[in-house]
C-alpha cells in the first residue's frame, strides 16, 4: 500500500471499516490497488452513507478474477459470464436485528481483474480509475443506488462523477457511449 487511505469526512461520520481482499486466484491488481479500493469506498460511504444514528458501517470489496465473478453472476443471477463488479448488499437481508453498537455490515463489492483491466484499455481510461469508479458504484449499490429506470441512473450518475472528482478522477460519464455493466444480485446473506 502506498500512502495512507484518507479519514472519512467530517467529524460526524460514524466509523467505516472497509476491508479489502485480493484472492489468490486474482493474481496481481497493481500495488496502489487495495488502497485505490479502500478509498474509493470510503469517498462513496461518505458521501451517500445514511447511518441513522451513527452507527458504525463495514463493508468488504474483494479483488478477485474473472472465474470467480463468473461463477458469482452464474450462480446469483443466472448470467455464466464474467462481469465488471457485482454488490451483494447486506443490509436488507433478512435476520437478527444487529446489537445496539455493533457495526452495520453492508454487504460485499467483488471485482473482476481481466474485464477491468481489458474494459479500461477499451474506454482508453487509466486502469486505477476504473478500478475506482467501479469500487464506488459498487458501494452506491450496497447503499441502495441502481439504475434500472433513467432518472434512478441519471441520480447516481451525478453522485459517482462528484465523488469520483472529489478523488481527481474525470468524469467517467463524459462520453455517453461509456456506461457501467455492473450487476446486482437480489439482495442475501451474501455469496
Avoid: C
Avoid at 455490515?105 to 482508453?124: F, K, P, Y
Wanted: no cysteine; charged share 25%; glycine share 8%.
Amino acid at each position: 500500500m502506498i500512502g495512507d487511505p484518507p479519514q472519512p469526512g467530517p467529524a460526524t461520520t460514524p466509523a467505516i471499516a472497509v476491508d479489502v481482499i485480493v484472492t489468490q486466484e486474482a493474481g496481481d491488481w497493481g500495488g496502489n490497488a487495495e488502497w485505490l479500493a479502500e478509498r474509493a469506498a470510503i469517498a462513496a460511504l461518505a458521501a451517500a452513507y445514511d447511518d441513522d444514528g451513527d452507527a458504525p458501517a463495514e463493508l468488504s470489496v474483494v479483488l478477485a478474477d474473472d472465474a470467480m465473478v463468473q461463477t458469482l453472476n452464474r450462480d446469483y443471477r443466472g448470467k455464466d459470464k464474467p462481469t465488471n463488479v457485482l454488490s451483494f448488499a447486506l443490509t436488507e437481508a433478512a435476520g437478527p436485528e444487529p446489537e445496539p453498537g455493533a457495526p452495520i455490515l453492508l454487504g460485499d463489492v467483488i471485482l473482476a481483474r481481466e474485464t477491468v483491466v481489458r474494459e479500461a484499455a477499451e474506454q482508453g481510461k487509466p486502469e486505477d480509475d476504473h478500478l475506482t469508479h467501479l469500487v464506488v458504484h459498487g458501494v452506491l449499490h450496497l447503499l441502495g443506488y441502481d439504475h434500472e429506470q433513467d432518472d434512478e441512473a441519471e441520480a447516481m450518475e451525478r453522485l459517482e462523477t462528484r465523488v469520483l472528482a472529489g478523488l481527481g478522477i474525470p468524469d467517467p460519464y463524459a462520453d455517453p457511449s461509456v456506461r457501467p455493466t455492473t450487476s446486482v444480485p437480489p439482495r442475501q446473506q451474501g455469496p
